[in-house]
């Protein structure tokens, strides 16, 4: 019998590229959207982990609108800690492996060199802080489960920088991009690739996962560009010139170390992964 994996946020920039790996792999996989599990219904969702009895749940739902959730605290805390809450009690329930992808920033940045899994949360926004209370609630809820953290996420499916840059490209000779916040790019292929990985084994806890090696938004533009033959000019500049309202960790770069401890390979580095994922065809 193969393996039954239910993802949470289905239709979203990563539960849709899991998915569908997930079936191109061979895996009875249950990609539910929003509208078919509303993650803080918590009868609902215990109804529907019920009705599907999933091996493994890869929890990619979340309110990731971070600057909306400045304004909007009721509204991140009620999706990304109960939502979470909710599926880690739901998964539990049904003894499934649980996959809940929280952020880089749960960090405040403040550090100097790279983040490892073992360095102490402290977000500087109700985002991150949502995002961190969800992994409290893993914490208290279940006890097979990896938290991944990731970053910067860009992929085929959703909106995202990578996007966002080519989009300005169409109408502008010169872009301003931030340059003194610094992290890892993510493909969604590279991390969803990950996340099986993680889930064919029993090595809990939290890791990690982005592309290897950092940049700043300004050098991880001037990429995008290089690599798509685009003649733009992009200039430097620092988060202050763009204020927004959630603040953002000036540092976010991540050590790999739960990877590399429990010898999982680290992920390809972040420029060839965005030229695999430039190259490839629409
Ligand atoms: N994108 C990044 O740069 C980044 C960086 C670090 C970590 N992450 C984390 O990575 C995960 C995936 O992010 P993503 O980029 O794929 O985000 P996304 O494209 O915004 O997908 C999130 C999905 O969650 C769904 N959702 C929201 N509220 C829900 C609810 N109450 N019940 C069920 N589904 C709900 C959304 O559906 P609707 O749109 O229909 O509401 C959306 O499809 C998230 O956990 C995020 O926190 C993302």
Not at 21 to 45: A, C, K, P, W
Not at 106 to 122: A, H, I, L, R, W
Not at 222 to 248: L, N, S, W, Y
Request: aromatic share 12%; proline share 3%.
């Amino acid at each position: 019998m193969s393996t039954k994996v239910l993802v949470t946020g289905g239709h979203g920039q990563l539960g849709t590229e899991l998915t569908l790996m997930l079936q191109n792999r061979g895996y009875e996989t249950f990609g539910l959207g929003h509208r078919d599990l509303d993650i803080t219904n918590l009868s609902q969702v215990r109804d529907v982990f019920q009705t599907i009895h999933p091996d493994v749940v890869c929890h990619t739902a979340a309110y990731t609108a971070v600057d909306k959730a400045e304004t909007d605290r009721n509204g991140a805390f009620l999706v990304n800690a109960y939502g979470t809450r909710n599926v880690a009690i739901a998964a539990e329930e049904a003894g499934a492996k649980l996959v809940y992808v929280s952020t880089d920033y749960v960090f405040n940045g403040e550090k100097e060199g790279t983040y490892s899994e073992f360095d102490q949360p402290s977000p500087l926004g109700v985002y991150g802080q949502s995002k961190y209370a969800g992994e409290q609630f893993v914490h208290d809820f279940s006890t097979k489960y990896f938290i991944t953290r990731t970053s910067w996420v860009y992929g085929q499916y959703g909106g995202n920088f990578v996007k966002t840059m080519l989009k300005l490209a169409e109408n502008h000779d010169r872009l301003k991009v931030v340059n003194d916040q610094r992290g890892c790019p993510t493909w969604t292929r590279d991390l969803a690739a990950k996340i099986i990985e993680l889930i064919q084994t029993d090595q809990y806890g939290t890791y990690h996962i982005s592309n290897s090696g950092s940049c700043t938004w300004y050098e991880f533009a001037k990429a995008i560009f290089e690599i798509k033959g685009i003649d733009i000019q992009v200039a430097p500049c620092t988060t202050e010139e763009f204020p927004r309202p959630a603040k953002r960790p000036h540092n976010s770069v991540f050590e790999h170390m739960a990877l590399r401890l429990n010898g999982f390979d680290e992920v390809e580095n972040w420029k060839s992964g965005l030229k695999d994922f430039l190259s490839m065809k629409r």
